[in-house]
Structures are given as structure tokens and as C-alpha cells.
């Protein structure tokens, strides 16, 4: 697991870097590579060609897994740290919640996961912890998101404890906000069914903004980002009593390497 996070930090940063110089710099054989390589590539976060991995060619929920992958993954372990043992955890689309979703059934605490993702159900269906429900719907391709009254519909056989979605974006005066109308009606009509909501985000999301209202502040018990939250952001959402959990952001190293008959590239080297 840790060297698949280290493989997609390099990635985020380089595009595109020959295979034998990746193997290079995590210290490892072509043939363990290659093994790591096969599986992410199977699920859609990467591509390979001509000796080469890159995330060009990648499904754009892959792409989206590959960014800020570190900080999202020690997002989504937080949130799991939350759970309790044979819970029902419904979780919304998004690639904070995907590895949740992910690091939740590897705990294997006997949850039920409820979601409206094929994306999350595809990615950890093979799991031992994975017990999953999906919920019905008009499915969207590019987010691979199931939405609309019959998401909705569907999810009125549910009583969840707890209910984890992602966000597009923050507005201060109005809270998060999303893309796409029918995801944040939709998101917002899960919320209605759950116990606890939490958002899952890293900071660089309350530097956007999406075009729709996605959930009051009022239904939102607590959020889950990283240390670089605005200070602005952070504020307004303890004024109106949403638990804000900080992941620290570790310090990013940036190197150049040169190799002979190569151009110089850049990676990063993240502290442990």
C-alpha cells in the first residue's frame, strides 16, 4: 500500500516517467514494480506504454485518485478511526470517499457500506471487509455516479449512522457547494437519511467553487481535511458548530534528478 502511495505521488507530480527510473527511485525490482504497476493499472488510476507509466490515458476518476493522493489517503484514515465496529456508513462519490470506503473495508469492523458510486464498488468489491448495498439510479460516466429520484427513492430503505460525502468547493457565506445539480440534490437527500454527516476534502477544495449549494451547514457534524485549511474557511465552520478534524500536510522535498540522456525531472519526496 505504501509504495502504491509513493507511486502515485511521483506520477502526480511527473505526468509520465520511464519505468526503470521509477523502480530506481523506490528502491525496488522491474518485477515488484511491474506487480504494483498491473494493479493499479487494472483499476483504471494509471497507464503504461513504450516502458513508461503515466497518468495521461488514466479514467478521470483515476486521475482524480492519483492527485494529492497522500493527503487524501491520511484523510480517509482519520474518517475511519471514527467508525465503530458494525456501523452502516453511507458514502457518497468523490476520491477522499473512494479511499475511505477503501481503508473502511480493510479494517474489516463488520460495517455495511451504502453508496451510490459503481466507482467505490468496483474498486473495493474484491475486498474480505467489503459489505456493500448500492443504491440505484441515473448513472453519470465521467464521475461513475449513480444520482436522481431513484438514488433517492432507493435510499429511503436506509437508516444510516453515518454519512460521508465529498465536495467541489466552499463558499464562506454559503457552504460547500458542488458541480452538478442532480449530485447535490441527490447528495443532499442522502444527508436527510443519515444520522451523522461528515465532508471529506482536501484543502485545496475551499479555494473552489461549484455552481450549486450542496449541504447546509446545519446537517454537516464535522469535516475531515488537512492543516492547510483557510483560516476564513476554518472559522465559519466552527462558528456554526461543524467539527473541523486536521490532518497534518507533510513537508513536500522538492528534487531534480538527471539521468544520462534524459531531461531533468522533478518529483517529490514526502516526509514521513
Not at 505504501?2 to 522491474?30: C, F, G, H, M, P
Not at 485549511?229 to 528534487?255: D, G
Request: charged share 25%.
Amino acid at each position: 500500500m505504501e509504495r502504491s502511495i509513493r507511486i502515485l505521488d511521483l506520477l502526480s507530480t511527473n505526468k509520465s516517467i520511464k519505468i526503470s527510473q521509477l523502480a530506481e527511485l523506490l528502491d525496488v525490482s522491474d518485477v515488484t514494480l511491474r506487480r504494483d504497476l498491473d494493479v493499479l493499472e487494472k483499476r483504471g488510476i494509471l497507464c503504461r506504454s513504450h516502458g513508461y507509466a503515466s497518468l495521461d490515458g488514466a479514467d478521470d476518476m483515476g486521475k482524480r485518485l492519483a492527485y494529492n493522493h497522500s493527503i487524501k489517503r491520511r484523510i480517509a484514515k482519520a474518517a475511519v478511526q471514527t467508525i465503530e465496529y458494525g456501523e452502516t456508513v453511507m458514502i457518497e462519490s468523490g476520491s477522499c470517499c473512494i479511499l475511505f470506503a477503501e481503508e473502511l473495508a480493510l479494517a474489516q469492523k463488520n460495517n455495511t457500506i451504502i453508496t451510490n458510486s459503481v466507482f467505490i464498488l468496483n474498486y473495493i468489491s474484491s475486498l474480505p471487509g467489503a459489505k456493500i448495498n448500492i443504491l440505484g439510479g441515473l448513472f453519470q460516466p465521467e464521475s461513475q455516479v449513480l444520482v436522481g429520484p431513484m438514488t433517492k427513492h432507493n435510499a429511503e430503505c436506509f437508516y444510516p449512522d453515518k454519512f460521508f460525502l465529498g465536495t467541489d468547493g466552499f463558499v464562506p457565506e454559503q457552504g460547500f457547494t458542488g458541480r452538478d445539480h442532480l449530485r447535490a440534490e441527490t447528495a443532499l437527500a442522502l444527508a436527510e437519511r443519515s444520522n451523522k454527516v461528515f465532508i471529506l476534502t482536501e484543502s485545496d477544495k475551499f479555494h473552489k467553487r461549484g455552481a450549486y449549494s450542496l449541504i447546509r451547514f446545519d446537517k454537516i457534524n464535522g469535516v475531515f481535511t488537512d492543516d492547510k485549511i483557510p483560516a476564513i474557511a476554518e472559522a465559519v465552520l466552527t462558528k456554526n458548530n461543524v467539527k473541523v478534524h486536521k490532518i497534518p500536510f507533510k513537508e513536500e522535498h522538492i528534487r531534480w534528478r538527471q539521468y544520462p540522456g534524459q531531461p531533468p525531472f522533478l518529483y517529490v519526496d514526502k516526509e514521513e
